[in-house]
T-cell receptor, first 115, second 113 residues
Framework: DVKVTQSSRYLVKRTGEKVFLECVQD?????MFWYRQDPGLGLRLIYF???????EKGDIPEGYSVSREKKERFSLILESTSTNQTSMYLC??????????????FGDGTRLSIL | AQSVTQPDIHITVSEGASLELRCNYS??????LFWYVQSPGQGLQLLLK??????LVQGIKGFEAEFKRSQSSFNLRKPSVHWSDAAEYFC???????????FGAGTTVTVRA
């Protein structure tokens, strides 16, 4: 089974802090994704990466950046946190395919609270 | 760009009763369609997917979904619900020329004894 591991289940930070959310997958997948999940809004894509050092903006990239130095690891960076970034963050990965025909495998999420 | 609407925010169903969750999508061509389930405190797990062919697809945990092109729908069904089916369910749509998925807002299912 594919394993997608997010480094923290819960994080509490103060506004203005820099935060790193780490995600590691163990199946040599090319594609990795970061979403945020908010009640009533479902999952919204922040960034995705289709190869090492390659990234594309999703629907809500403002206030976020990403890093993918190794194939198995995809990091989400919040440079200077604000309270509106309090959310559940989900990482996912897929192997290459025809468009989005490969099901995404998700980690258990990081619940981030910004005070 | 594709989009998904899940009209029901919350559904309550009795254990043993049938369940149907609605999903409507917007996309110009034949989409890739998915249903995911999220149990409390966990990530999303794939229930089933539709790419082409038979419009009735079977998934895990006894779920099935039917693709209806004329109605732009992909509704999820289960004949007899178990208490362990209490969770949040997400419909998602994807495209052949894009890695990205668009998710609906989700439907929370409560199962009463």
């Amino acid at each position: 089974d594919v394993k997608v591991t997010q480094s923290s289940r819960y994080l509490v930070k103060r506004t203005g802090e820099k935060v790193f959310l780490e995600c590691v997958q163990d199946m040599d997948h090319e594609n990795m994704f970061w979403y945020r999940q908010d009640p009533g809004l479902g999952l919204r894509l922040i960034y995705f990466s289709y190869d090492v050092k390659m990234k594309e903006k999703g629907d809500i990239p403002e206030g976020y950046s990403v890093s993918r130095e190794k194939k198995e690891r995809f990091s989400l960076i919040l440079e200077s946190t604000s309270t509106n970034q309090t959310s559940m963050y989900l990482c996912a990965s897929t192997p290459p395919g025809q468009g989005s025909n490969q099901p995404q495998h998700f980690g258990d999420g990081t619940r981030l609270s910004i005070l | 760009a594709q989009s998904v609407t899940q009209p029901d925010i919350h559904i309550t169903v009795s254990e043993g009763a049938s369940l149907e969750l609605r999903c409507n999508y917007s996309y110009g061509a034949t989409p890739y369609l998915f249903w995911y389930v999220q149990s409390p405190g966990q990530g999303l797990q794939l229930l089933l997917k539709y790419f082409s062919g038979d419009t009735l697809v079977q998934g895990i945990k006894g779920f099935e979904a039917e693709f209806k092109r004329s109605q732009s729908s992909f509704n999820l069904r289960k004949p007899s619900v178990h208490w362990s089916d209490a969770a949040e369910y997400f419909c998602a749509v994807g495209a052949r020329n894009d890695y990205k998925l668009s998710f609906g807002a989700g439907t929370t299912v409560t199962v009463r004894a």
